[in-house]
């Protein structure tokens, strides 16, 4: 059984630009939340997707936003981007959601210069 | 201060030696999960409990509900299990977000 895969695993980005990232659940999984993971905060929480409908959302700007297909598979993008977005950006997936348990991808690794 | 706090942040240990990682949390949660993540960034989900204890082969995660507060043991820890443990508090709401330890950091050495 395939896991999570996330793609692309590194990106180098130049300030001011955007950025989609992609992740693929296991099949079946409806749910898929996505996290940011730097050096200083640790993992913070991004926001969720369950059957294409954002269910929760994090604490972050607006340049942050998702979106999730019918086929469960997501994508988040960052737009406008700054340095202080450079992080590990992990999305997880879960059959009925996090309280329930979930499979990590490997993460994309994303530079921003 | 952090929802959720883990001790110690960094731990070094020799092979051999049994291992404990706490993690407490102030909020009501649905349960607690244990992570572990390799250099390089790759987590994998250890356990999610909201009782009593579970056991994996060398590593067993114990949690106490009345005192918020759940332990990580490892048993003849072994140079791979160096990595970050992270533990995490699943919202008893389904609409509220999963909150984060900021992890420890364990080193062991051979």
């Known amino acids: 059984k395939a896991g999570v895969t996330q793609t692309p695993r590194y990106l180098i980005k130049t300030r001011g630009q955007q950025v989609t990232l992609s992740c693929s659940p296991i099949?079946?999984?409806?749910?898929v939340s996505w996290y940011q993971q730097t050096p200083g905060q640790g993992l913070q929480f991004l926001f969720e997707?369950?059957?294409?409908?954002?269910?929760n959302k994090g604490n972050f700007p607006g340049r942050f936003s998702g979106r999730q297909f019918s086929n469960s598979r997501s994508e988040m993008n960052v737009s406008t981007l700054e340095l202080g977005d450079s992080a590990l950006y992990l999305c997880?997936?879960?059959?009925?959601?996090?309280?329930?348990?979930?499979?990590f991808g490997s993460g994309t690794r994303l530079t921003v210069v | 201060k952090n929802e959720v706090e883990q001790s110690p942040q960094n731990l070094t240990a020799q092979e051999g030696e049994f291992i404990t990682i706490n993690c407490s949390y102030s909020?009501?949660?649905?349960?607690l999960h244990w992570l572990q993540q390799h250099p390089g960034g790759g987590i994998v989900s250890l356990f999610m409990?909201?009782?009593g204890k579970k056991k994996h082969g060398r590593l067993i995660a114990t949690i106490n509900i009345q005192e918020k507060h759940s332990s990580l043991h490892i048993t003849a820890s072994h140079p791979r299990d160096s990595a970050v443990y992270i533990c995490?508090?699943?919202?008893?709401?389904?609409?509220?977000?999963?909150?984060f330890g900021k992890g420890t950091r364990l080193h062991i050495l051979p």
């Open positions: 997880a997936s879960s059959s009925q959601g996090v309280a329930f348990g979930y499979t």
């Open positions: 099949s079946g999984h409806r749910s």
């Open positions: 997707y369950f059957s294409e409908t954002q269910r």
């Open positions: 909020v009501g949660i649905s349960a």
């Open positions: 409990l909201s009782s």
């Open positions: 995490a508090g699943s919202p008893m709401n389904r609409d509220d977000k999963i909150i």
